[in-house]
């Protein structure tokens, strides 16, 4: 598609649950990002794939989260045990390529709130 | 590591008046995108600067990067409502990380 699309818009989970989040990037596009952004707007990364690749996993904090990016399907973010903390909008994004040059297109988000 | 420092956090202005966001990285940077996230959106990417003392402008925005490529601004001219949101720059490192500064966000006074 044009866009990148999330799934879902909202999810609520209670403490200890698992979240799975969807995201479709832009038809064409080789990057994928995700982002998690709290109520104070800063924007942490945390993971990006080159196609089904894991190319940057930096920002991750692998006890609880994971993320896949299969081919012909939506990439994926999970998060094993919510926490309280993990309540935030996760962001994702895709570029075109990883190159010096690529702007991200962002998705509309989802919002995940942990009771 | 790495850090991309963007001020002010808020700012306040009456429609009409001019607005500016900073940032500054603490190396020198491949190139810098600014992006727009207006209240309950998603960032949108407006513009790339690569260039060494580079200024672009759209439209009441002008984009800089000075000359040793660390730093960088976003200034608006004469705000209208249209321009409420969070302004974030993101500079791209050698090593092609994009590094985020953690937004201004502009709010016009009622």
């Known amino acids: 598609g044009e866009e990148v699309a999330q799934t879902p818009k909202h999810l609520v989970r209670g403490e200890g649950q698992k979240a799975k989040l969807y995201c479709a990037p832009i038809?064409?596009?080789?990057?994928v990002f995700w982002y998690q952004q709290v109520l104070k707007n800063e924007f942490k990364f945390l993971i990006s794939?080159?196609?089904?690749?894991?190319?940057?996993e930096t920002g991750m904090p692998k006890e609880r989260f994971s993320a896949k990016c299969l081919p012909n399907s939506p990439c994926s973010l999970e998060i094993q045990a919510t926490k309280l903390e993990d309540s935030a909008v996760y962001f994702c994004?895709?570029?075109?390529?990883?190159?010096?040059?690529?702007?991200?297109?962002f998705g509309p988000g989802t919002r995940l709130t942990v009771l | 590591g790495q850090q991309v420092m963007q001020i002010p956090q808020y700012q306040h202005v009456q429609e009409g008046e001019d607005f500016t966001t900073y940032c500054n990285s603490s190396t020198t940077l491949s190139n810098i995108q600014w992006y727009k996230q207006r209240p309950g959106g998603h960032p949108v990417f407006l513009i790339q600067l690569v260039k060494s003392g580079e200024v672009k402008k759209q439209k009441r925005l002008t984009f800089q990067f000075e000359e040793a490529k660390k730093n960088s601004s976003l200034h608006i001219t004469a705000t209208q409502t249209t321009d409420v949101g969070t302004y974030f720059c993101a500079g791209r490192d050698s090593n092609y990380q994009l590094i985020w500064g953690a937004g201004t966000k502009l709010i016009i006074k009622p």
């Open positions: 038809k064409g596009h080789s990057y």
């Open positions: 794939f080159q196609n089904e690749n894991v190319f940057d």
């Open positions: 994004a895709s570029s075109a390529t990883g190159g010096l040059y690529n702007e991200q297109f």
